[in-house]
């Protein structure tokens, strides 16, 4: 398991030596997981942001999107609230992700376009089945990010993501909801789920993604 990264007082220098470990990650194995590596003070607003959300702004998900949307307890239970700029802490992490977006674009030439992004919030015993973010060639999103807004999280409280390596894995890596953790994976390649927790688990889930616009035709974030 990797290490909590370590803090710096140059905010820049830490977001770049941060980003090129991920970009690191990405490149040996698809996928990377940092303990505590959101800087602080973007992860105390989006936790403070998130707490006091009206339960009412928050909607059932579900799966799909536009005409294919479907809400479906089969799969999920969590329920969310997507991320605007209309909020200092909305500001603050859509600005962080859109540093991270030109640097992993000049490193590892993925053409992210835009990006996507929501609250979740999972209340005792809520789950998200096993799954895929992008099935190959059929969908823009290319890379998957997850962070966790839960303080004092321990082992026994459960809610672990549980990235699996291909559809035949059935252990695959857990996934602990420590505040702060950041995740990345390619959205066509891992499987996923979320498991159920014995107390409110809260999380952001967000997408980076190529433009699929086709003859005009928009292809909008969300």
């Known amino acids: 398991m990797l290490k909590k990264f370590p803090k710096a007082s140059d905010g820049n220098t830490f977001d770049e030596t941060l980003f ?13 997981i940092r303990h505590g590596a959101l800087p602080d003070d973007i992860s105390s607003s989006l936790y403070s942001y998130q707490q006091d959300l009206n339960a009412a702004k928050y909607a059932d998900a579900g799966i799909g ?13 969590d329920e969310i609230f997507w991320i605007v700029e209309e909020s200092d802490a909305g500001k603050k992490w859509i600005d962080w992700t859109s540093k991270l977006q030109r640097f ?54 459960g809610g672990e993501l549980v990235l699996y390596s291909d559809d035949q894995d059935r252990e695959g890596l857990k996934v602990v909801p420590l505040y702060g953790t950041l995740v990345f994976f390619l959205s066509e390649e891992f499987p996923h789920e979320v498991l ?20 005009n035709n928009i292809d909008p974030p969300r």
Request: charged residues 25%; without cysteine.
């Open 65 to 77: 999107r536009g005409e294919d949307f479907l809400k479906t307890e089969f799969v999920r239970t």
């Open 196 to 215: 159920p927790a014995t107390r409110d688990r809260y999380s952001i889930a967000g997408w980076f993604r190529v433009n699929n616009s086709i003859n």
């Open 104 to 157: 992993l674009n000049q490193r590892l030439f993925l053409g992210l376009f835009s990006f996507e992004s929501h609250f979740a919030h999972y209340a005792p015993g809520a789950y998200y089945k096993r799954h895929r973010d992008a099935f190959r060639g059929e969908a823009n999103r290319v890379l998957s990010v997850v962070t966790y807004l839960n303080p004092a999280w321990g082992h026994s409280d």
């Open 20 to 32: 090129g470990l991920i970009a690191d990650d990405l490149e040996k194995q698809g996928y990377s």
